[in-house]
């Protein structure tokens, strides 16, 4: 009996071991063809809809949004990143190359246009003067249509930044993960 029980047992973790193999073997594979897929060259296809939406809404309601900035290549949020630190100017991220939802297309900013075509980051003005500054109801209307915004980040604000992370960090998104992977599973 002892021999049938070892036996059993023997066969048990060869089995096992074996769906293990297997199981990483496959983990393996799909890590590195995540990782051959290249960075997206431009916004996503939903949030390019919803940042169009976002501009329609916010005119509705008397407001005029200038998309200030949308998808970074890495290049470009590493010489924005420079600045004030190896660059001359104020620092205006706190993000290295890759380590921001722009460069993956799922970041837009804004600012205000006012009717003489200048353009503010004035958080406080009530330019449709209904009592409630512009800047929060563009943010209001963002929310309504699934962007998260760094206004209400806690460890630091970001005003003019919206962002759909798909539910994906940026650390996957460095692996290699992409929002049409997060939409399938």
């Known amino acids: ?17 074996a769906f293990l193999f297997i199981w990483i073997e496959r983990e393996i594979e799909e890590r590195n063809e995540r990782a051959e897929r290249p960075l997206p060259t431009g916004l996503h296809p939903i ?3 919803k940042r169009d939406q976002l501009i329609a809404q916010s005119e509705e309601i008397g407001i005029e949004v200038l998309i200030t900035d949308g998808f970074r290549s890495v290049e470009e949020q590493n010489r924005i990143h420079a600045q004030g630190r190896s660059q001359g100017g104020s620092i205006v991220t706190h993000a290295e190359g890759g380590g921001s939802y722009h460069n993956y297309g799922l970041a837009i900013d ?10 503010v980051w004035d958080i406080e003005r009530d330019g449709n003067g209904n009592g409630r500054p512009d800047w929060f109801e ?3 209307i963002a929310k309504e249509l699934g962007f998260e915004w760094g206004g209400d980040w806690v460890r630091f604000k970001d005003y003019p930044h919206f962002q759909m992370d798909f539910g994906l960090s940026i650390r996957q998104l460095k692996d290699g993960y992409r929002p049409e992977d997060a939409v399938a599973d």
């Open 138 to 140: 563009v943010a209001d």
């Open 1 to 17: 009996m002892k021999t049938f029980r070892t036996a059993f047992s023997l066969l048990f973790l060869f089995i096992l071991g």
């Open 47 to 49: 949030v390019e809809s």
């Open 110 to 119: 804004f600012a205000l246009r006012l009717p003489d075509g200048s353009v």
